[in-house]
């Protein structure tokens, strides 16, 4: 048994080398070589089977398994293990890449896209190998390269058409913002080495931390690892590389990567004992921060994949609010909200991983069809794709949280969690209940979204010519969605699957002294809800066909949708999606900054006139652009070191030397 | 023997402000190739350190410095046709003050310093740091490129100076490895000096702000 679960995390290792080197085969085949891609895709899916493989022998993480190997580093080991809590993350990162370098054999075609086709399929190796590393790192100095691995391949896979400025802009900002997180966990691993004394990642002993160091280490895990996550107000990065990504990278950057920055702060606050209830009340108004105005943001948004990339920070924060909660539970001994609320977390890591993937697969196939990503200039869809169009509302069902679909499972576990507290009475926690009011605004709003995009991209007709006729993708897009839909509905009907997994995880963040940990099972009774979603389908999927024969045998002639009536109705004539919410996008203005533009009209005969309107992110634009320019207007001062005369900066070097010489001899 | 070596270095103190002092470019490049190969003497006259090793160190730095690179440095003038330093940041002679000045400072430091016991004898350690200082100076003060190489030159041999300390301890493999730098800096620096007369029409260092961006 025990040489087994050896066996199975040599097999992980195996699969995250196998990852990493994926792309270099086809490195020594020509540019458009199609051959080259599908031996990539071959080793990447050959990686996932062999990490599934391994995760199965392992048995999940469960009991603990643990290889180190001593490196030529001057510091830290070649140490890795495998966990119940890295299981939970080795999912997702063993089955999206996959399912996205398939997808991206029809997407990204080698041989329409010779310019970047290889580098596109090496570094996507690489983020998949660089993700893996860092959830099976258990050394500090292993864990950052792993952690600069992913961040760097996630850099230029983002910025893969950088012939565009926009694209070359998008990803100097991530860039700067995914360093500014690493300046912050490099502070952490050093403090954490202080308070340890190694780099080994162990826990960390209570009595050696005095509350301001506590604090200290608390306030740079959430801070270094919100940037990846992309927690309010660090998300500044995540729409524009998302939207410029290509979309099977923006699949995985979204459905995995971001849940790295999710695993990063669960993994160092299992290191870290967590006594302080205002630890919990903090990251459950962040995540209900990020939550509400990621979907706020998310509803103002006309470019399809920049309003995914808000929708995921508002599951980042639905998550984030899961761990708020678990940790309220873990200062105050409450093992069902650490229960429900990090249950809840996990399960919605896989969920979103699931919908989110599909959602921008999906994306991906309306933009190879319409070459846009403006919604503003899609229409119609639904009766010329209908698999992509009945796919994308599979997904839209899910991520809003609705019944029978995986969202609503993770997402009633945290609100289970939420009700918990409130029954406990205790007055100390009244925040959580505020959390609750929140965590049903994000649901309601989310809901108000995807309606929005639903309706403009699928319904009505075609607001902008057409080039050919759009159909559904080819089956190498198709499969990849379908399979991810599938997943969604199985975690949907049957969640408890997942449960003993889930479990397992959950009990690292429960200590020995805590009251005996109930089963997932038997507080949350999913045995009702798995029955209830059975009648749900089959009640819809009947319903459907009975209305479906009734109307195609009393159908009169078709016409366009909001056709009103009028005597010669234009597409023109439809909602847009920016009309769509223009009630909610000024209700929410004091957050949104919407920026529009109008004319005025003083004359009863008006002459031709413009209207714009664009939402540019708030937090991006208004505060951190202007304070980089303020400070760039500082450091101009600097510049008068700079003489670019060898004779001065030969004296700067003299100087110094005398000073350090006097120093040495004098001191001060 | 110490007598020897003391009076050595004294040349080499005084060949330092001889070079601070002087306009002539050809004197300066045959003051510090004199100096350099005085230098090469200094391990022979370190006899107990004597060892074939040691011999064929001195022998490189005497043939590398005393005549490799002063033909090189004199061939790279002959192509650039100049033969003056015309202006100096500070002038000769206030220069020359500024080398006695750091002289006299090295030698009061090198008092201070906490020394091992063969080593406060001879003047090995006052020299080197009365050397590196020039060196500095040289570089500091000359617009000129190739009187930067000089004072390049004088400040290595300086360091060379210190490295005596470690005769006898220090592998022949890093004593040629240094030289093998020297020789290889001097030989890019002539090729960007040809480089810089081409572009700029003009050897002073000054116009290379320029290239600022």
């Known amino acids: 048994m025990e040489y087994e679960i050896q066996n199975g995390l040599k097999l992980i290792l195996a699969a995250t080398i196998l990852l990493i080197a994926s792309g270099l085969p086809a490195c020594f085949f020509g540019r458009k070589s199609m051959f080259a891609q599908r031996l990539t895709t071959a080793f990447i899916v050959l990686g996932s089977l062999v990490g599934w493989w391994g995760l199965v022998a392992a048995s999940f993480g469960t009991p603990v398994s643990s290889i180190v190997w001593d490196w030529h580093l001057p510091a830290g080991h070649f140490s890795i293990g495998l966990d119940a809590l ?7 990162v063993f089955t999206i890449p996959m399912l996205g370098s398939f997808y991206g054999l029809s997407y990204w075609r080698q041989s329409e896209h010779p310019e970047n086709g290889r580098g596109l399929g090496l570094l996507y190796g690489l983020l998949a190998g660089g993700m893996a590393l860092v959830v099976l790192s258990r050394d500090s100095i292993l864990f950052l390269i792993a952690w600069e691995l992913m961040a760097m391949a996630a850099f230029f896979l983002a910025g893969a058409e950088d012939e565009k400025a926009e694209v070359r802009r998008a990803g100097w900002i991530y860039l700067v913002a995914t360093h500014a997180g690493t300046v912050c966990l490099l502070a952490l691993f050093c403090l954490l080495r202080q308070v340890s004394g190694g780099f080994t990642l162990s826990a960390v002993d209570a009595g050696s931390l005095t509350s301001g160091i506590a604090t200290t280490l608390f306030v740079l895990t959430i801070i270094g690892f919100g940037f990846k996550a992309g927690l309010m107000p660090l998300h500044v990065w995540l729409p524009g590389a998302h939207a410029n990504a290509p979309s099977h990278v923006s699949a995985v950057m979204s459905g995995v990567m971001l849940k790295m920055g999710i695993y990063g702060i669960l993994r160092i606050l299992t290191l870290l004992p967590v006594t302080e209830v205002w630890n919990g009340e903090v990251v459950l108004a962040v995540g209900a921060v990020t939550g509400l105005l990621g979907i706020i943001f998310a509803i103002a948004q006309n470019d399809i994949k920049r309003l995914m990339a808000y929708s995921s920070i508002e599951n980042i924060g639905i998550i984030t609010m899961g761990i708020g909660l678990a940790l309220i539970g873990r200062a105050l001994h409450r093992t069902d909200f650490i229960l429900l609320g990090l249950g809840g977390a996990l399960l919605h890591v896989w969920n979103h991983s699931l919908f989110k993937s599909l959602l921008f697969l999906n994306a991906g196939t309306i933009m190879h069809v319409l070459h846009t990503r403006e919604m503003n200039r899609m229409g119609g869809l639904a009766k010329t794709m209908p698999v992509t169009a009945g796919l994308f509302l599979l997904g839209a069902v899910a991520i809003c949280g609705l019944p029978p679909l995986n969202g609503f499972a993770s997402e009633w576990l945290i609100y289970l969690g939420l009700y918990h507290s409130v029954d406990a009475g205790s007055g ?31 319904l009505g007709t075609a607001r902008a010519p057409v080039h050919g006729q759009p159909r559904d993708p080819s089956p190498l897009m198709r499969y990849p969605m379908l399979l991810l839909a599938g997943g969604c509905i199985v975690l949907g009907i049957l969640p408890q699957l997942g449960f003993p997994l889930l479990q397992n995880a959950v009990a690292q963040w429960m200590e020995p002294t ?28 009947g319903g459907t066909m009975l209305l479906r024969r009734k109307i195609v045998r009393q159908a009169p002639e078709p016409m366009g949708t909001w056709g009103c009536g009028y005597a010669q109705p234009t597409e023109r004539m439809q909602y847009t999606a920016t009309s769509f919410v223009e009630m909610l996008v000024s209700l929410f203005r004091w957050v949104l900054f919407p920026r529009i533009r ?59 030397v005398l000073f350090l010489l006097y120093w040495e001899q004098w001191g001060f | 023997m110490n007598p020897l070596l003391n009076a050595l270095l004294v040349v080499v103190l005084a060949l330092n402000l001889f070079a601070l002092g002087t ?17 090469g003497l200094i391990p022979l006259l370190m006899e107990e350190h004597l060892g074939w090793s040691a011999t064929l160190a001195s022998g490189g ?6 005549a490799i690179i002063p033909f090189m440095m004199l061939r790279a003038m002959r192509d650039v046709q100049i033969k003056r330093e015309m202006e100096p940041l500070i002038g000769f002679l206030p220069s020359m003050l500024l080398g006695a000045l750091a002289t006299g400072f090295a030698l009061l430091f090198s008092k201070a310093l906490p020394l091992a016991g063969e080593h406060t004898t001879p003047l090995l350690v006052p020299a080197a740091l009365a050397t590196i200082f020039v060196g500095f100076i040289l570089l500091t003060t000359r617009a000129k490129a190739i009187t930067q190489v000089m004072g390049y030159l004088v400040l290595e041999n300086g360091i060379y100076i210190f490295g005596m300390l470690l005769l006898g301890t220090m592998p022949l493999v890093v004593e040629l490895g240094v030289l093998l730098d020297l020789f290889v800096a001097v030989f890019v620096i002539c090729i960007i000096i040809n480089h810089i ?15 600022k961006e």
Not at chain 1, 518 to 531: N, R, Y
Not at chain 2, 27 to 39: E, H, N, R, W
């Open chain 1, 86 to 92: 890295g299981a939970v993350f080795l999912i997702p």
């Open chain 2, 197 to 211: 007369n081409q572009a700029f029409s003009s050897l002073d260092t000054r116009r290379l702000v320029a290239l």
């Open chain 1, 428 to 458: 100390s926690i009244w925040t959580v209940g505020v959390a609750t009011v929140a965590l049903a605004a994000i649901g309601a709003l989310a809901l108000a979204c995807f309606v929005k995009i639903y309706s403009t991209v699928f």
């Open chain 1, 514 to 541: 805590d009251p005996a940990v109930p089963l997932l099972l038997s507080v949350a009774p999913f045995q009702w809800i798995s029955g209830m979603a059975m009648v749900f389908i089959v009640l819809v999927v």
């Open chain 2, 23 to 39: 306009s002539r470019i050809v004197t300066v490049i045959k003051l510090v190739s004199l100096q350099g190969f005085l230098l």
């Open chain 1, 598 to 656: 109008r004319p005025a009209i003083s004359a009863t005969f008006p002459a031709k006139a413009d209207f714009s309107t664009e939402v540019p992110d708030p937090v991006l634009e208004r505060v951190i652009l202007p304070a980089f320019r303020q400070a760039g207007r500082n450091m101009m001062k600097l510049r008068l070191l700079q003489q670019g005369r060898i004779q001065i900066y030969l004296l700067y070097i003299l100087s110094i």
């Open chain 2, 61 to 66: 730095a005497i043939l590398l410095k005393g």
